[in-house]
């Protein structure tokens, strides 16, 4: 079983930076690709960043890219998403996420959720 709680969400201004952690449980941390997903209010869940478990690999959504950078410290189990140069459209409820098969082939662990407000 593989437990995750994120931290790190909080209101910012437009132009402000925030860090999420995302705090994992279980002793295969290092062998799962890590995900952030994030949903705003009345639109679908989207893809946000994914690192592979060596962390040698990363990928983002083009709206986030070169804002957004996603780590992680496979001796901590954590993974972390900080974020830069926040706008409003940032604001959404963000979750991290595990998968044992890689990025692209569905993720099976999901956290409960941070809140991130972008005010303008």
């Known amino acids: 079983q593989v437990q995750m709680v994120e931290s790190g969400g909080g209101l910012v201004q437009a132009g402000g930076s925030l860090r999420l952690s995302c705090a994992v449980s279980?002793?295969?941390?290092?062998?799962?690709?890590m995900g952030w997903f994030r949903q705003a209010p009345g639109k679908e869940r989207e893809f946000v960043a994914a690192?592979?478990?060596?962390?040698?690999?990363?990928y983002y959504a083009s709206s986030v890219k070169g804002r957004f950078t996603i780590t992680r410290d496979n001796a901590k189990n954590t993974v972390y998403l900080q974020m830069n140069s926040l706008k409003p459209e940032d604001t959404a409820v963000y979750y991290c996420?595990?998968?044992?098969?890689?990025?692209?082939?569905?993720?099976?662990?999901w956290g409960q959720g941070t809140q991130v407000t972008v005010s303008s």
């Open positions: 996420a595990a998968s044992p098969r890689g990025h692209g082939y569905g993720y099976d662990y």
């Open positions: 690192i592979s478990w060596s962390g040698a690999s990363t």
């Open positions: 279980g002793r295969t941390f290092s062998m799962y690709t």
